[in-house]
């Protein structure tokens, strides 16, 4: 059993946890017909919350668009009721159905909800299993360091609370976690500690399940005493409980070792006891890979026949026979686990009705000519060859996207490589000669000239700082929209304009826009703007400024007006500024005009093409 597995199988024993005091006389096994019953017979009341949440995490197992459903009817009827117990429980139920799904954000969202609500109201519980499903998400994503990080939120809990149960199951996640991390020495320490404190509350199948995992990472670094060890000791717990799954896993794993040590013989037993325990519990994933291994054994090994009574060896040809044809029995079960074979027959079944119902239509219909069979012929050979020039371009298209996909990423990894060494190599190569220079000025004991260098050094760092924020910015795609875009418009101009006093105005669209930008653009137009306003506060000398956005359906105009002094562009010595300006709108495909007159101020005017 891998990691993965293993830990969504904890995560699923977060969810009975759930269930109630009124409930406990039902069971561990509550099935979906008396949960309905139960419910059909509740009031409008919190009982009735706490049976559709029990409910959904039966449905979750088999169909979790209706667990989904489940745990939205029992979120309603929490809110109705402002039973925030249950409104927390609800969104846990739910975050774990559409985690299952795959749809982490969502899941997240609820979680947190959860959370707030465990936090607001002193239910610690709530907390607790909102943690450790947080923690079961980033660990599906990959994020080893977060899920780390709200097991370990989920631990403290659980002692804080004395929750012996959470306890051991959280001590257990974390040492899957290290396990992942390669802190083997970590994971095997935390594993043991959940053994025992399993042991200690009674929890036999926990306690293999710790044993197993320990069992599985010594076979991960082929130290095979141990695994053996500690493996045919989870094995006799999942025995002695009934727990037939994870009993064919262990035997399956044992089977490796002795495969791995040469012990042939008992290799094939512990094997052969697998495939019956997996097909008789229907553990497909389990069965599969005993295929594969029992392929590899009858290769590599020359066994006896599976009748323990015969004493005829194997010759070659026969052990290849077998090892191929169980080879067989693995790529089968494969495909149908990958939903390909059972396509396959599907669509081989469906095409040869078809053609069975055509046939025998035509046998009825003696009117039929040999032209119309050739005319079918001819639309069928036009069908299959027009379909077969579709898929090639479909293809080519498919190919060409990916192509220009690939260019532009590597267009705009370049570029950020060039702006990131550019501006940071050089502000920190003028930050290192003017600290020099103020160490010497020091020394010398030139007061006003340290306090002039460190002023400098001051504000390149704080303009560093700023050109980071604004890269980092600017990648994050959750900045694309031009909401986003007007926003940090706002708190730029904002604080430059109130620092120096000037009044001012904003006339952005109000409405959402509901219009997304390329980073190119919104990078560039964002800069443009940047550059626009910096000049206004520096140099205008204006008492009032009017800085409006509009858009219609094909272009976005972006104005910057003062009522300064004004300047003549031919009088300009320094036209760096103003032609980076020209060049970004270039870059984007975008016009921009600057328009000045002495003693009335200036306009600075950018458009772009909304879908440029």
């Not at 749809?103 to 609500?117: D, G, L, R, T, V």
């Not at 080893?144 to 959280?170: C, F, G, H, P, V």
């Not at 060890?229 to 035997?251: H, P, Q, R």
């Amino acid at each position: 059993m891998t990691n993965v597995k293993q830990y969504l199988l904890l995560g699923l024993m977060i969810l009975p946890q759930l269930a109630v005091a009124q409930l406990s006389s039902l069971g561990p096994h509550i099935k979906i017909d008396t949960l309905k019953q139960l419910i059909s017979k509740n009031k409008e009341d919190t009982n009735k919350v706490k049976n559709l949440i029990l409910l959904s995490r039966e449905f979750s197992k088999e169909n979790t668009d209706t667990s989904c459903k489940i745990a939205e009817a029992a979120l309603t009827l929490s809110k109705k009721l402002r039973w925030f117990k249950g409104i927390g429980n609800a969104n846990i139920a739910l975050g774990w159905s559409l985690y299952i799904q795959g749809n982490y954000n969502q899941a997240m969202a609820c979680n947190f909800e959860a959370k707030k609500i465990g936090e607001t109201y002193n239910e610690p519980q709530t907390v607790l299993y909102a943690f450790s499903n947080l923690g079961q998400i980033y660990y599906s994503q990959g994020d080893l360091n977060m899920a780390l990080d709200y097991n370990s939120k989920a631990l403290k809990i659980a002692q804080e609370t004395n929750d012996e149960w959470n306890i051991a199951r959280n001590i257990g996640i974390i040492g899957t976690i290290y396990q992942d991390m390669k802190y083997y020495d970590s994971s095997i320490s935390h594993y043991l500690k959940a053994y025992h404190l399993t042991q200690k509350i009674g929890n036999s199948n926990g306690s293999g399940v710790w044993l197993s995992n320990i069992g599985g990472l010594y076979l991960k670094l082929n130290k095979y005493d141990s695994a053996l060890f500690y493996l045919n000791k989870s094995n006799k717990i999942f025995d002695s409980v009934g727990n037939k799954w994870s009993y064919a896993e262990t035997t399956l794993d044992i089977g490796k070792i002795y495969a791995l040590t040469n012990n042939f013989k008992l290799s094939h037993q512990y094997l052969q006891q697998a495939l019956q325990l997996s097909s008789k519990v229907g553990a497909v994933e389990c069965r599969k890979n005993v295929y594969l291994e029992l392929s590899n054994l009858y290769q590599k090994s020359n066994i006896r026949l599976p009748d323990i009574n015969s004493k005829i060896q194997l010759n070659d040809a026969q052990r290849q026979n077998l090892a191929l044809n169980y080879y067989k029995k693995y790529i089968s079960l494969k495909d149908t686990l990958d939903n390909k074979e059972v396509q396959k027959k599907s669509l081989a079944l469906e095409f040869e009705h078809k053609m069975a119902s055509t046939k025998l239509a035509m046998e009825k219909k003696e009117a039929i000519t040999k032209q119309q069979i050739q005319n079918q012929k001819i639309i069928r050979n036009a069908f299959i060859t027009g379909s077969l020039l579709l898929l090639l371009l479909i293809a080519v298209i498919i190919n060409r996207n990916k192509l220009k996909r690939k260019i532009e990423v590597e267009k705009i990894r370049n570029k950020l490589s060039r702006d990131l060494h550019d501006d940071i190599g050089s502000t920190l190569s003028s930050i290192n000669i003017l600290s020099r220079t103020a160490q010497s000025n020091l020394e010398l004991g030139q007061g006003e000239k340290t306090s002039a260098s460190l002023e400098k050094i001051n504000e390149r760092s704080q303009r560093l700082l700023s050109n980071m924020s604004d890269i980092i910015w600017n990648i994050n795609p959750n900045n694309d929209t031009l909401e986003e875009v007007m926003s940090r418009m706002r708190e730029y101009a904002t604080a430059l304009l109130e620092a120096k006093q000037i009044d001012y105005t904003f006339d952005f669209p109000k409405t959402t826009m509901n219009c997304k930008l390329s980073m190119e653009v919104k990078n560039n137009m964002y800069l443009i703007f940047k550059e626009a306003v910096n000049n206004l506060s520096k140099y205008s000398g204006s008492s009032n400024a009017n800085l409006s956005l509009i858009f219609d359906e094909k272009n976005i105009q972006l104005t910057i007006q003062d009522n300064g002094i004004g300047f003549n562009l031919d009088d300009i010595t320094h036209r760096g500024g103003l032609n980076n300006m020209r060049h970004r709108a270039e870059e984007i495909k975008g016009k921009i005009s600057i328009i000045s007159v002495y003693g009335k101020g200036t306009k600075v005017v950018f458009s772009v093409a909304k879908n440029s």
